[in-house]
């Protein structure tokens, strides 16, 4: 019994590691996370595979298809959420309709 987990892990909601360091606001594991998934073509299997030339862990979404910027603002991470912007072309939008202005707010 250990208490280890992998990058291919996932939480409630199928949110995946880069979801939990987001809403925690640990923003340099993030980016090691981030910098890893890019080698590993991200494994979530709900990885958006549309932005090619974009790195595709930074839009993998949940069950709800919330990206980890979604739980970065709701979280109130804002330092985590102003660096998850810079990938974005639009504001990525969950199956409730809510941006991420939506849940920060």
Sequence with gaps: NNNWFSLED????????????????????LKAVLKDQ????????????KKENKENAVFVVDD????????????????????LLNFFDELPVDNFGSTVGHVSS
């Design 64 to 83: 709800n298809n919330q990206t980890p910027l979604h739980y970065a603002c709701s979280g109130g991470q804002t330092t985590v959420s102003d660096y």
């Design 10 to 29: 996932t939480f409630e909601n199928s949110a995946t590691v880069q979801h939990i360091l987001a809403r925690q606001g640990h923003l340099e594991l």
């Design 38 to 49: 890019r080698a590993l073509k991200a494994t979530h299997p709900n990885a958006a595979q």
